[in-house]
């Protein structure tokens, strides 16, 4: 997959998406954006994403031991989180129906 | 075992980080890595420059409210220059404190060069004060490279001035470089460098010692659209990394993104 200049804009929201399902920790979630089709996304990029939902109360961490490697940090959403889930997915539904009317039924 | 963690730490502290909240952020971002089941230094790239990266993403969220003003990093008061009988400009007063953008401007001739290289301590003002920080990057607006030189031998002599290992010096300079769309060939002398690449360059060297205050002489002449988009873009980082941009341009329609106008035609004794 190439790098998409626009997934930086809503990848706050496809991660808050994901924790609404389940909650989860870094390297689920880059394996879950993937399968999706979404984007193969950096370490870089995802964590401190990761961290900043952290710092505004968007999601709350918590340790949990894993089987084989170091303990991980699982991400649930928060109430506030929800909200702005909800907000963003307004956004984004706004956007994706505009793009799509310009783009039309032609190219297909 | 590397020490990435550490030198990662090292540097979350000296951007203002708390050194605890530097230690679980480090042992946080080993883990990361762990994850993935990947060395952090191939994962995340070299240390400090993901530190970097890392506080600026940080701060990304808070940069919509007005944040408060940093230190000061440079302040001229009533600088002027006077060549023989020639005043090329008088009376200058500029403050630029860490986070903030300022733009030089004015018709050619009117001593913008002039004056940045003043910032920089290049060139001695005739009269005022001239206060600025100790880590001070300057990017000219051309030269200032050796055309039998390699990029690398570039990011390695300039570190060398900074105090800069040859490795790290390096892989800084390749990163800052890939930041800009360009990646350097190994064997290829600058001279063999379009004007546009050569300008790249001396961006990079300019940034590579990770400076407090950034002196930029219309760095972006010979530029493609792209790169002159990732300039700005790049500019828009630095401030709000926290680090003060003095740019010299002539471009207005890039003003409105900036903290302070100095506008030297009105501080200049003109052609004569």
Redesign the interface.
């Known amino acids: 997959m190439t790098p998409r200049p626009w997934l930086h804009g809503f990848l706050d929201l496809c991660l808050l998406a994901m924790l609404r399902d389940q909650p989860d ?3 689920g979630l ?1 394996q879950r954006l993937a399968a999706a089709g979404v984007a193969d996304i950096p ?2 990029t995802l ?3 990761l ?2 939902l952290e ?2 109360g968007l999601a709350s961490p918590s340790w949990a031991p894993s089987g084989s ?5 699982y991400y649930a959403i928060t109430p506030a989180g929800l909200d702005t889930l909800n907000a963003q997915a307004e956004e984004w539904r706004g956007f994706r129906d505009g793009v799509d009317a310009l783009i039309g039924e032609r190219v297909r | 075992m590397s020490d990435w963690p550490l030198r990662f730490e090292a540097e979350l502290v000296r951007l203002g980080v708390r050194p605890e909240r530097a230690r679980q ?1 480090g042992a ?11 060395d952090p230094d191939r ?3 070299p240390a400090h420059l ?1 530190a970097r ?2 506080v600026t ?2 701060q ?2 808070t940069a919509a409210v007005p944040s408060l003003p940093g230190p000061v990093m440079l302040r001229l008061t009533g600088v002027s220059k006077r060549y023989r009988r020639r005043e090329v400009f008088s009376g200058v007063d500029l403050t630029v404190r860490g986070g903030e953008v300022a733009a030089i401007v004015g018709a050619n001739g009117c001593g913008k060069s002039t004056l940045l290289r003043i910032c920089a301590g290049l060139t001695h003002p005739t009269g005022g004060d001239v206060r600025r920080t100790r880590r001070v990057g300057f990017v000219p607006q051309d030269g200032g490279t050796a055309g039998w030189l390699t990029a690398e031998e570039h990011f390695t002599l300039f570190g060398a001035a900074a105090g800069m290992a040859p490795r790290k010096a390096r892989s800084t300079g390749t990163h800052l470089a890939s930041r800009l769309a360009w990646r350097p060939g190994r064997h290829q002398p600058v001279q063999d460098l379009s004007g546009g690449t050569r300008q790249k360059l001396n961006l990079v060297l300019g940034e590579l010692h990770g400076p407090d205050l950034l002196l930029l002489d219309e760095p972006y002449q010979g530029f493609d659209q792209g790169s002159y988009l990732d300039f700005w873009r790049q500019v828009r980082e630095w401030r709000d990394a926290g680090r003060a941009v003095v740019v010299v341009t002539h471009l207005l329609h890039e003003l409105e993104d900036v903290d302070h106008v100095l506008d030297l035609g009105a501080h200049g004794g003109g052609d004569r």
Not at chain 2, 28 to 38: I, P
């Open positions: 920790y870094g390297y880059a370490g870089g964590y401190p994403a961290l900043r710092q505004q490697g170091p303990r991980r940090k | 952020l946080e971002t080993a883990a990361q890595a762990g994850e993935h089941a990947a994962f995340f790239g993901y990266h890392l993403e940080l990304a969220p």
